[in-house]
């Protein structure tokens, strides 16, 4: 069993950038694939939508199309702490994070195939 607990969320103004992090209870080294998801509270019916995710090991990354370019994703394996930095926020960045984890070496965007949750921070962007 993986715990995990984001922190870093708050409330920024458009353009501003906020990082948040997500630290695992064990070590999520080896074949790991550490992701981002938000979900907008306001969007009742709607999924949690893929942000990020990364491969523990190697490093590769992939991107949501809406992110592409403002948000990075980094990992510290010492820490075992998983990084979102985010930058250029717009208000439709607006939701809850969660930080999910899942064995394996696809960058899957599905939420379904991450049997791990964290409990979520908020990001909050005003206009």
């Known amino acids: 069993q993986v715990h995990l607990v984001e922190s870093g969320g708050g409330l920024v103004q458009a353009g501003g950038s906020l990082r948040l992090s997500c630290v695992a209870s064990?070590?999520?080294?080896?074949?790991?694939?550490m992701a981002w998801f938000r979900q907008d509270p306001q969007e009742s019916g709607k999924d949690r939508d893929f942000?990020?995710?990364?491969?523990?090991?190697?490093?590769?990354?992939r991107y949501g199309d809406s992110v592409k370019g403002r948000f990075t994703i980094s990992r510290d394996n010492a820490k075992s702490t998983v990084d979102l930095q985010m930058i250029g926020l717009k208000p439709e960045d607006t939701a809850v994070y969660y930080c999910?984890?899942?064995?394996?070496?696809?960058?899957?965007?599905?939420?379904?195939?991450?049997?791990?949750w964290g409990q979520g921070t908020q990001v909050t962007v005003s206009s």
């Open positions: 999910a984890a899942r064995r394996g070496t696809a960058l899957a965007i599905s939420r379904a195939v991450y049997p791990y």
């Open positions: 942000v990020a995710a990364i491969h523990w090991n190697s490093g590769d990354t």
């Open positions: 064990e070590r999520t080294s080896g074949s790991y694939i």
